[in-house]
């Protein structure tokens, strides 16, 4: 049971910050205030994939929230690809899809190309969508369900000094400073989070991902109509995939690598060379770089604060996806403290957090990013190996799975047989393109005891 009498009914924010708004000019704004008074109140700081979910599920269940969002017009850099699953679970109207990609072409460093697609059925594809359209509809969700949304810069997050006191929230907004004091945080600000750091989380490595938008001609545009590419080798990334994706009327071409940052530029410089043809005539309309998390951070949950999303380091390796699991845990920590407070009725603390939010994503998600830590390892290490996985992804059987996990955000399930061949085949591509080293033997051991 989380409620403990002498917090109930959040004396905390009760004490030293009034429940009002307040400036250092003391003028206060009261904002929506949930018709029970002193109901819990949760501040969500960030209002991309992650930050929406988490208000809307927090609002939802009786908390009284409040979302901050620096700017909501800025589209934060990415892909857009999302798994049909979410289109799904999330309630994303079809309208806001901008293109549904059926096929994916694999390109290896010797230029032996995979159409990667074969096996959808009829109603599958990979969804890209903007951001910016995307992020804001999350967004107006949470505001509707109850949400207060603040277009404001979160500029210092003071931790207390005791579990009596309530955290109290520095923030700017139409040119003035303002203070909120809550009774819990959910951090949603990304890669470089403010609150990690505020909760000494420690840091996490992270890849570097550098993306050129450009607009294509109109024949050009028409090969990517429903196309997404990933180029691996060397050249355009010594540990990841360059990529081209289509977005709503260009395409992003890019690349991303953890171990040699300070080479971005010429890794950038490679895939637009291998991509040439495709794209020659097309013009930059934007140039854009972000860090993406590599592995979870230290800790994620300190006090009463929760990290979630990117700030929390939840992007898997292998793709480099991010949103859906950035939403996925956003929803899942709202609903952790929907529960442990009884729907606002009482306080909430660390273990409470740990418990109901971190316990649970671990659990569901835990072995799906190792697996494809693993996977990432073995396969991107060197061109041999880079070789040997496009080489697989020839096989429909592994076309299936490997779909199916995206799609349907499950390990996917297979054929015993079917699975030992895959492994076989596996272990004897490895061996083909003579790159069965002991490090890649033990990986291969390890993916061979999860199947
Ligand atoms: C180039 C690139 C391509 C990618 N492509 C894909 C892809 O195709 N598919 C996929 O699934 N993933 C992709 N990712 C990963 C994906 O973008 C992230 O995992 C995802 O955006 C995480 O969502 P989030 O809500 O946790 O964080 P973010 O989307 O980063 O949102 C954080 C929000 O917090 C706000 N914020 C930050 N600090 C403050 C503050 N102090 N005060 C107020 N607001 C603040 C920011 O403005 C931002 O809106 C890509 C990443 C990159 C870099």
């Not at 520095?170 to 303002?178: E, K």
């Not at 729907?343 to 799906?368: A, C, H, P, Q, V």
């Not at 429909?396 to 199916?404: K, P």
């Not at 297979?414 to 061949?421: H, I, L, S």
Request: net charge positive.
């Amino acid at each position: 049971m989380a409620a403990q009498t002498y917090f109930h009914l959040h004396s905390l924010r009760c004490l030293p910050v009034p429940l009002k708004i307040q400036n250092p000019q003391n003028q206060t704004h009261r904002f929506k205030r949930n018709p029970v008074v002193c109901k819990l109140r949760v501040a969500v700081i960030g209002g991309g994939p992650a930050g929406s979910s988490a208000a809307e599920a927090l609002a939802t269940g009786g908390i009284e929230t409040f979302l901050f969002e620096r700017s909501p017009a800025t589209a934060k850099p990415c892909g857009g690809a999302i798994p049909l699953c979410m289109l799904d679970e999330f309630s994303i109207p079809l309208n806001l899809i901008d293109r549904r990609v059926t096929q994916m072409r694999i390109v290896s460093p010797s230029n032996l190309v995979v159409d990667f697609g074969k096996t959808l059925k009829p109603h599958e594809f990979i969804a890209m969508l903007r951001r910016e359209v995307l992020d804001s509809f999350l967004r107006q969700r949470a505001e509707s369900s109850g949400a207060n949304l603040l277009k404001a810069l979160v500029t210092n997050l003071v931790v207390p000094t005791s579990s009596l006191e309530p955290y109290v929230i520095h923030y700017t907004m139409d040119n003035c400073q303002h203070q909120l004091a809550v009774d819990a945080i959910i951090g949603a600000d990304g890669a470089n989070s403010r609150v990690a750091k505020s909760i000494k989380a420690g840091n996490y490595t992270t890849a570097i991902a550098f993306q050129e938008r450009i607009k294509l001609p109109e024949d050009k545009m028409g090969y990517y109509e429903n196309l997404a590419e990933m180029y691996i080798g060397n050249d355009v990334s010594p540990d990841f995939y360059a990529w081209v994706f289509p977005k709503c009327d260009h395409v992003a071409v890019g690349t991303g690598t953890v171990c040699s940052k300070s080479n971005i530029k010429s890794l950038q410089h490679a895939i637009r060379a291998r991509v040439k043809p495709k794209i020659e005539g097309g013009k930059v309309i934007k140039v854009e770089a972000h860090p993406i998390p590599e592995h979870p951070r230290p800790v994620r949950v300190r006090g009463r604060v929760a990290l979630v999303g990117d700030a929390a380091g939840y992007v898997t390796k292998c793709s480099g996806e991010g949103i859906y699991f950035a939403a996925k845990s956003g929803r899942i920590c709202g609903e952790a403290i929907v529960k442990a407070s009884e729907g606002g009725e009482s306080m909430i603390n660390e273990d409470d957090l740990k418990r109901e939010y971190l316990r649970k994503w671990d659990d569901k998600y835990f072995t799906t990013f190792k697996f494809l830590d693993v996977l990432q390892k073995v396969f991107y290490g060197n061109n041999a190996a880079r070789e040997a996985l496009v080489e697989l992804c020839g096989d429909e059987y592994v076309q299936r799975m490997t779909f199916d996990s995206y799609l349907y955000k499950k390990l996917a399930s297979g054929n015993r047989w079917e699975d030992a061949k895959m492994v076989m085949n596996t272990i004897s591509s490895l061996v083909r393109c003579n790159i069965m080293g002991r490090e890649v033997e033990a990986s291969a051991q390890k993916i061979l005891s999860r199947v």
